[in-house]
């Protein structure tokens, strides 16, 4: 189906439910629809972490593995981007050399960060395709910024448009795009927000990469509500911490070590297990340490000792919380 042929397909689903009044005689049977979805996990103590390899950019594949797995992780949430560990221009050639050294290492490989947001893109195929062939079962997308001069409710109809048809061609190749929840002014930031732009895409195949930083900063005492709300369209977490602090007489989020800041991880780690949400995790190091909070591709010797500790202390902080909650 053409692209055009989807929006006007979605469009008039749109109608469709506004004329026969269909949403609102499905509304009182919306919890137990909702808790059926495929955010569905265990509650055991095993959960599966990834490192975000954006913070060991300065090691290549083989490396990378390797240390990953003497850290203690799980598998590796692998960049594929501009400026990441593979090249989307590259990625037919050298996506199959970074799964297989990760593998060797004795890791998993379900999960990749790409800047993909639209279907028609010029590399979106290629590289959910390798990606897809190589056994991925998730990505992240790139995020949608609103456009100047549109209306916020005809912008975020436009992205859900764009979501549908991604998720569209996501089922066609056997694969999930997760849209991260990040704070700022892009779409999406609050959770609210996500949950509309979502709504119209299969939730199998298009789902969120839940922040709980991000919906800490975003949300505040809210952020239980928030969870609550996406809770069916989780598909993976990304896990870090925060402190608000001020710059130059402003404030902002300040990122901090596992633990050390305003997320309660351990009362946000109950409700996944409450809502049997146990999915990939990635684990993100976004505080100083040496240019590899940014994805330095060149570290001293003293600097890489440096991140590894810092991951392993962090890993190991993860770990016992989630094992407590």
């Known amino acids: 189906m053409k692209v055009d042929e989807k929006i006007q397909a979605l469009n008039s689903r749109r109608d469709f439910i506004k004329t026969t009044g269909v949403l609102g005689s499905i509304l009182p049977f919306a919890p137990q629809f909702i808790l059926s979805g495929s955010t569905e996990g265990d509650r055991s103590d095993e959960i599966q972490v990834n490192v975000f390899s954006k913070h060991l950019q300065f090691l290549d594949y083989g490396p990378m593995g390797a240390k990953a797995a003497e850290l203690g992780f799980d598998g590796v949430d692998l960049t594929v981007r501009p400026g990441g560990h593979v090249l989307p221009e590259n990625v037919e050639r050298d996506l199959p050399?970074?799964?297989?050294?990760?593998?060797?290492?004795?890791?998993?490989?379900?999960?990749?960060?790409?800047?993909?947001?639209?279907?028609?893109?010029?590399?979106?195929?290629?590289?959910?395709?390798?990606?897809?062939?190589?056994?991925?079962?998730?990505?992240?997308?790139?995020?949608?910024?609103?456009?100047?001069?549109?209306?916020?409710?005809?912008?975020?109809?436009?992205?859900?448009?764009?979501?549908?048809?991604?998720?569209?061609?996501?089922?066609?190749?056997?694969?999930?795009?997760?849209?991260?929840?990040?704070?700022?002014?892009?779409?999406?930031?609050?959770?609210?927000?996500?949950?509309?732009?979502?709504?119209?895409?299969?939730?199998?195949y298009f789902g969120a990469q839940y922040d709980i930083r991000h919906a800490v900063v975003e949300g505040g005492l809210s952020w239980q509500s928030g969870l609550q709300l996406i809770h069916p369209r989780i598909q993976t977490i990304v896990i870090k911490d925060f402190v608000w602090g001020q710059k130059q007489g402003e404030w902002e989020p300040v990122n901090v070590p596992f633990g050390e800041g305003m997320v309660d991880f351990k009362k946000y780690f109950g409700i996944l297990k409450n809502l049997n949400i146990n999915v990939p995790v990635s684990m993100h190091f976004e505080y100083p340490l040496g240019g590899a909070e940014h994805g330095g591709n060149e570290l001293s010797p003293e600097n890489q000792e440096r991140v590894f500790a810092a991951m392993k202390r962090d890993l190991d902080n993860l770990r016992k919380t989630w094992k407590e909650a």
Request: proline share 4%; net charge negative.
């Open 97 to 204: 050399k970074a799964v297989s050294a990760i593998k060797n290492a004795g890791l998993k490989w379900n999960t990749m960060v790409t800047r993909i947001s639209n279907p028609l893109e010029p590399d979106t195929e290629k590289i959910l395709k390798t990606a897809a062939d190589e056994g991925v079962e998730y990505y992240r997308t790139g995020y949608y910024s609103y456009r100047e001069g549109k209306p916020v409710p005809e912008d975020i109809m436009h992205f859900q448009n764009v979501t549908y048809q991604l998720g569209e061609l996501n089922r066609e190749l056997g694969i999930i795009g997760c849209y991260q929840n990040h704070a700022g002014r892009r779409m999406g930031a609050s959770i609210w927000e996500l949950w509309d732009l979502m709504k119209e895409s299969d939730r199998d």
